[in-house]
């Protein structure tokens, strides 16, 4: 356990009080639950989090008034097994700019925190877990590394007592089994989506991302129940108000968690570690999640012939798309698509790469460590080019990291696929040298 730890962490973290503490040591303890808290000083959220939080890992660990560090006993002879729900450890994974409002904030922490002077392993950590806002809390299992919870937030919401701990995700069938409405007020089993693909919509009336969208989605519903496919889409409302939500499930055509039934909104927000709306999730006919992207899917594909939005290894970018950007490091192949089929050319250069990539690491149940795109020659693509500061030149292979606000470049006459393949193995090993965004 300790080795992946370490990979993860490095080989020390620090208490509140600025005293060190070896990562190995969390082995020694059999911490069988690692959450990682991602936060700033300046952000009231984490502010109120950072409180609440402190109430919950004293209670989980049975004694709030134990510290952070190897534990009682740890260095003289063997220690006492530690109780189930005392298996538990954060660490704080902090944006801050200053460290002196790190220092203040970090002081009455009764967990860990990476060393305020690890900038590069924190943002790694917020590439690798895709972390889009503040406050973030995942759980991970200390052993396998593996994602238990996306959104630890509702986990001290919703279990404050730690009674559920480990908090392990659970299967989709069982998670949404109860009721399900009708706009018109009539009630089915979850049963009867077996056998169906299915999307699970999180949304609300007050959000007008999520009210364009919603109008762009009946339509698709529609396309797809008229081929013949066997789709069924679950509402689940983030409104204020269950007057908002009757409101605005009087659009949809298709059902709804009913809102009365907070608990299970709130685990199947946790199940899929929603961090922002709207989302759609598609998931086939088992439960398995086909897609996080439903959203860009519908909006790319408005005849829905793709569907089921299977993702595709290598996307063309586009306006419904350039989001993504910014959830973390991006290999960018910036071609001159007045050239009938450069662009295609280009994703089946790139395609066996990002496969190989994607494979490996979905082998390891994580999430790939680059996303991969081609830009043709658009309004998009230019003022990418205009914000990222790069040069006119086509083809031009690129990996931006907007988070980092870095940029690797690569401006050769001709790309191929051994060109990218090493491009993308240096950035990996971290061999390249970035440029400023």
Known sequence: MSGFLEELLGEKL??????????????????????????CSLSAPCAQLSASLAAFYGRLRGDAAAGPGPGPGAGAGA????????????????????????????????????????????LKLWNKYRISNIPSLIFLDATTGKVVCRNGLLVI??????????????PFREVIAGPLLRNNGQSLESSSLEG?????????????PCRSLTRVLVESYRKIKEAGQSF??????????????????????????????EARRSRLNRLYGIQGIPTLIVLDPQGEVITRQGRVEVLNDEDCREFPWHPKPVLELSDSNA?????????????????????????????????KIIAKYKAKEEEAPLLFFVAGEDDMTDSLRDYTNLPEAAPLLTILDMSARAKYVMDVEEITPAIVEAFVNDFLAEKLKPEPI
């Not at 509140?16 to 991602?38: P, Q, T």
């Not at 889409?233 to 809102?259: G, H, N």
């Open 14 to 39: 620090v208490t509140g009080g600025g005293e060190e503490v070896d990562v190995h040591s969390l082995g020694a303890r059999g911490i069988s639950l690692l959450g990682l808290y991602f936060g």
């Open 79 to 122: 220690a006492a097994e530690p109780e189930p729900r005392r298996r538990l450890e954060i660490v704080f994974v902090s944006s801050d700019q200053d460290q002196r409002q790190w220092q203040d904030f970090v002081r009455d922490m009764p967990w860990l925190a990476l060393p305020y002077k690890e900038k590069h392993r924190k």
């Open 157 to 170: 919401r919703d279990d404050p007592e730690g009674l559920e701990f480990p908090w392990g995700p659970k």
């Open 196 to 208: 169906s693909h299915v999307g699970v919509y999180f949304s609300a009336h007050w959000c007008p």
């Open 232 to 261: 069924e889409i679950i509402f689940v409302s983030a409104d204020r108000s269950e007057e908002s939500f009757k409101q605005y499930f009087s659009e949809m055509p298709w059902l709804a968690v009913p809102y009365t039934d």
């Open 323 to 355: 989001t993504q950007l910014n959830e973390g490091p991006c290999l960018v192949l910036f071609v001159d698509s007045e050239d009938d089929g450069e662009s295609e050319a280009a994703k089946q250069l790139i395609q066996p790469i990002a496969e």
